[in-house]
């Protein structure tokens, strides 16, 4: 079982502390300079509320994400890391990006029904969509070369049935494959090599 977590919204539709993702992605969802993050405990989540945003964004919680200077020097650390976790193959999936220099989640989907090859994919596709629009020159890493193939094909080549359960799931993945099709972008995408370099920052840790 997952274990609960906190969030806190300085910056949203409803500012506060919010007990679910769901809840609190209400409040940040296409609101410009939205700033929030998740907290172990309701006390460290009053805490930070009150405090000042800058005082927790971009700093990392303890053995979460690994230190910079763990990677070796090829790394570029002002880039986006990215990665999906999935309970069952298909079963509750999720993706997520973390800028890998300060250990901030970036973005955060799910969970819904899918596969990890499906939200490898969506979550570069998400990646490079947050970064033209923000205009951020940086590359991303993918530790998935399906995922990194179909980016290039721009098409998802999933072989999950398309059903009444997963209808939601494909039409997010045709908005991303639209987005592929009618977008340009200079954005470089690299292949994050775990076995020489460990886990991908972004990696849910559920192995």
Known sequence: MAKKKYYVVWDGVNPGIYDSWND??????GYDGAKYKSFETREEAEKASASSPYAYIGK????KTPKLDSYPKEVV?????????????????????????????I????PMK???????????????????????????YSDS???????????????????KETEELFRIIERAEKWLQTNNYSTTILKWETKVWGEIPADFGRK
């Open 60 to 63: 990392k919680a303890p053995g």
């Open 107 to 110: 973005f955060r989907f799910g």
């Open 145 to 163: 070369v399906n995922a990194i193939s179909w980016v290039k094909q721009k098409k998802c080549k999933t072989k999950l049935p398309r059903t």
């Open 77 to 105: 650390d002002n880039s986006l890391a990215v990665d999906a976790a999935c309970s069952g193959n298909p079963g509750p999936m999720e993706y997520r990006g973390v800028h890998i220099a300060s250990g901030q989640e």
């Open 114 to 140: 899918g596969t990890n090859n499906i939200g490898e994919f969506l979550a570069l596709v998400h990646g490079l969509a947050l970064l033209k629009q923000k205009g951020f020159d940086m590359p991303i």
């Open 24 to 29: 609190c992605q209400l409040q940040i969802k």
